[in-house]
């Protein structure tokens, strides 16, 4: 009778919102105010990325000067460059949060220790990102705190020049600013699935390797998935880590997007704009061509309803 009761009002809440999904106002006016926040921005800028600026004011005539500028600046090797690394650092966040989130789902078992580490976790999104990236100039330059200590060990006898101002300095002080957005998604889905899968795969003689690949994997799809997406967007429109790590070598689109508007050259940021979005779309598109006969996205949920 205690179940029955503390069912109804689960019942009766799922219920309400069925009816009010059925409403015929819901999806049209969904579809709406999508389209006025975020389709119709989208489609302004692709629009001023084919005027030009005279004078320091836009002329509103077609031209695909924005355009060529791109090519014969040599600025779509900065997209190249972009996308190189915002993948790479999202294959790196991915191979570090997922045995950490399945950890911290799964392998932890203290209520307080979870619940801090979840606390430390949700820091980089109140810190500025120049304030936590500021700290890595002191750690990995020529006289920072690495390169000290190993020439005080004896490790080495000249500073090492490419802890800082170079790729590995960028990917490393991304580090810590994106991990929190591929592992949050990981745990969330981990935590939703019910132990239950876990002990009758090992009643049924698998190992904890066969567990992992044929049971968590499969569970864990949705929240990798989204964890990519939540990750690779933000990498895409990254600044001031190469900004502050990279010493102008490291130049990204995100870069480019604000130096453009620092020139009040809007056209050739809008079409900076426009590829990022472009790229996006397409990395969303082969994500989902890669997964679309093991994963539905209509119902990526489904799998770890109880």
């Given at each position: ?33 999508w389209s ?54 999202t ?10 989130g ?17 606390t430390l ?18 750690i ?32 490393f ?17 981990m ?32 929240g990798?998935?989204?964890g990519?997406?939540?990750t ?7 600044f ?66 109880r």
């Amino acid at each position: 009778m205690a179940i029955s009761t503390a069912a109804a009002p689960r019942r009766y809440r799922s219920l309400q919102l069925g009816r009010l999904g059925r409403l015929p106002i819901v999806i049209p006016g969904f579809l709406v105010v999508w389209s006025l926040m975020v389709v119709l921005p989208l489609l302004v800028v692709v629009a001023f990325s084919f005027f030009q600026v005279k004078y320091y004011k836009v002329v509103y005539q077609p031209s695909l000067d924005a355009w060529i500028s791109l090519f014969t600046s040599g600025r779509w090797l900065v997209a190249v460059r972009t996308l190189r690394i915002a993948l790479t650092m999202t294959a790196i966040e991915l191979f570090l949060a997922f045995p950490f989130g399945l950890w911290l789902a799964k392998g932890c078992r203290s209520v307080p220790l979870k619940a801090f580490i979840i606390t430390l976790l949700t820091i980089p999104f109140f810190l500025d990102p120049s304030s936590r990236t500021i700290v890595w100039r002191a750690i990995l330059g020529s006289g920072g705190l690495i390169n000290s200590g190993l020439m005080h060990l004896g490790v080495i006898n000249a500073p090492i020049e490419w802890l800082l101002y170079s790729e590995f300095a960028v990917h490393f002080g991304m580090i810590g600013s994106y991990f929190p957005t591929m592992v949050f998604p990981i745990f969330m889905i981990m935590s939703l699935i019910d132990d239950e899968y876990l002990q009758a795969s090992a009643d049924l003689g698998a190992s904890p390797g066969q567990t992992l690949v044929h049971v968590i994997m499969p569970l864990a799809i949705p929240g990798v998935m989204a964890g990519i997406i939540f990750t690779l967007v933000p990498l895409m429109a990254a600044f001031v880590e190469p900004q502050m790590l990279g010493g102008g070598f490291v130049n990204l689109l995100g870069d480019s997007v604000d130096s453009a508007l620092r020139e009040l050259k809007y056209p050739t940021a809008a079409a900076l704009s426009t590829v990022v979005v472009a790229i996006l779309a397409f990395c969303l598109l082969v994500l989902i061509l890669m997964t679309r006969k093991r994963f539905d996205f209509a119902n990526m949920f489904t799998a770890t309803h109880r």
